[in-house]
């Protein structure tokens, strides 16, 4: 087997889809020194599927994203308890390495975020170092066009590889993170308000790849535009975090169902605009 084949988990050409992962999360509670900023959270992010995190700021989505890819732990004074379960196996086992989860695990910032100087084609690629993967010449070209189809940027950069990547636009600086987090073949991609800095156009094409993407990953994304997330997501859960209290699920399931029949009049009023 190749170096290059050890990373492609793309479907092949004789149609055999790809293995879809499910992150499961199981009584995740985190805190910030003493401020506990989330309480016994479950929630199952289904292979090959869209869960959207819904919810005001401040309710801890974006802290549960974090959690779901070991970033929470960075921080100094944080901490968690409870377990996320990728494919049944603990990412926070102490016999599992840290990069392993980042590798499996991707992640798109708010604010794209590529290495300005560099080209596009390093860009995409420089993940591979960071995981300690080895390829060819011909296979990193190979994964570059691959990884850039994949996130809806081939097209337009193919002519222009080596130019930096901090000369894109936004929208083309986002999809060639999204790139960037593709090339290492994740199974899970995550995503913190990945639109939130774009134009209308430049976020329909954001959609428009997510909906392309989640064939081959699984995907959660946090966001705040209720109409986003009815677009993009089959689940959705709505985090709430009431006066002092830590951020909690208030209600998850379908997202249709979620957006037309509420179980929770709090769901209700949230996605209605009533409050938020």
Known sequence: MSSFETIDR????????????????????????????????????????????IGPSGCGKSTFLRILNRMHE??????????VLLDGDDIYDPGRKLIDARRHIGMVFQKPNPFPAMSIYDNTIAGLKLTGTKASRDEKDELVERSLTSAGLWKEVKDRLRQPGGGLSGGQQQRLCIARSLAV????????????????????????????LQKEVTIVIVTHNMQQAQRVSQQCAFFLASQGTPGMIVEHGDTDAMFTEPQDERTFDYVNGRFG
């Open 10 to 53: 793309a479907p092949s050409t004789a149609g055999t889809a790809p293995a879809l992962s499910t992150l499961d999360a199981r009584e995740v509670s985190a805190w910030f020194g003493d401020h506990k900023v989330l309480d016994k959270v479950s929630l199952t992010m289904p292979a090959g599927q869209v869960t959207a995190l």
């Open 74 to 83: 960075l921080i100094p004074i944080a901490s968690l308890a409870g377990e």
């Open 185 to 212: 073949t994740p199974k899970v991609l995550l995503m913190d308000e990945p639109c939130s800095a774009l134009d209308p156009t430049s976020t329909r094409v954001i959609e428009e790849t997510m909906t392309e």
